[in-house]
């Protein structure tokens, strides 16, 4: 089972409550497009802290298949004979490395990264591997 880190999904809720305090103290203070700039980063921020706290478990195997968080916060099965392909896309960019985990189902590409997990893709991906097999 993997899932976001606590940590995380707190930051982002103490997010969303410095955006709504800076757009509540730009509001008092008259200056608009402060607010107009507060109140989308506020929405926008509670809501991926609110899908943290709601779905915190991205990605789950057992002997049947996986189970992967769909949309804000449903779940979908997969059984491990429709899983098509496991890899971890590595990308460099600008001197930094980024990965993603990657799985093929044949109608989705459900992807995955290393703060959704909690830990590195490329461990996530053997362990699906050796799981799956």
Known sequence: MWR?????AVFKI??????????????????????ILA????????AMGL????????????ESGITVVQGFAG???V??????????????????????LEIDTG???HIFS???LGTSPTEVAAALRRRGT
């Open 39 to 46: 109140v989308p980063a506020t929405v926008l921020v509670g």
């Open 107 to 109: 109608d989705y590409l």
């Open 14 to 35: 103490l997010g969303a409550l410095v955006c709504a305090g800076l757009a509540v103290f730009w509001w008092s203070q008259g200056d608009f497009r402060g607010v």
């Open 75 to 77: 779940r979908r099965h």
């Open 114 to 116: 290393p703060h959704e």
């Open 51 to 62: 899908r943290d706290v709601l779905a915190p478990v991205r990605l789950a195997a057992d």
């Open 79 to 100: 059984p491990w004979e429709s899983i098509w392909d496991i890899k971890v896309d590595i990308r460099r960019r600008w001197g930094l490395r980024s990965e993603m």
């Open 4 to 8: 976001v880190r606590r940590e995380l």
